[in-house]
């Protein structure tokens, strides 16, 4: 099985910037892609950014130019810097991997972690 533990949640004032980290264990081959999503209280999970193994990244339109994606693969880790927070950005945040159980493997199997909050209050 594979695991992904969030870290770094927290409560910060608005225009602030917070770190969260997650990170993959148990028995993989290679992790593909890897993403953040969040789920405010009341709406539905949504994407907030992603990236592929190669480096290359995506981005909700909310989060453009205020947070950065970045992975280190060799620590199968994956960061979301968050700056200029606002309240809007208030919501537990996600992991989500597509992962290469063994290296003849053709398809990816998805896993989530169990989250990590984060609150944007004064």
């Known amino acids: 099985q594979v695991q992904l533990v969030e870290s770094g949640g927290d409560l910060v004032q608005p225009g602030g910037s917070l770190r969260v980290s997650c990170a993959a264990s148990?028995?993989?081959?290679?992790?593909?892609?890897m993403a953040w999503y969040r789920q405010a209280p009341g709406k539905q999970r949504e994407l907030v950014a992603s990236?592929?193994?190669?480096?290359?990244?995506k981005y909700a339109d909310s989060v453009k130019g205020r947070f950065t994606i970045s992975r280190d693969n060799a620590k199968v880790t994956v960061y979301l810097q968050m700056n200029s927070l606002k309240p809007e950005d208030t919501a537990v945040y996600y992991c989500?991997?597509?992962?290469?159980?063994?290296?003849?493997?053709?398809?990816?199997?998805?896993?989530w972690g169990l989250g990590t909050q984060v609150t944007v209050a004064s």
């Open positions: 989500n991997a597509d992962v290469y159980r063994y290296s003849f493997s053709t398809t990816t199997i998805n896993y």
């Open positions: 990236i592929r193994y190669d480096g290359s990244t």
């Open positions: 148990g028995s993989m081959f290679r992790i593909n892609a």
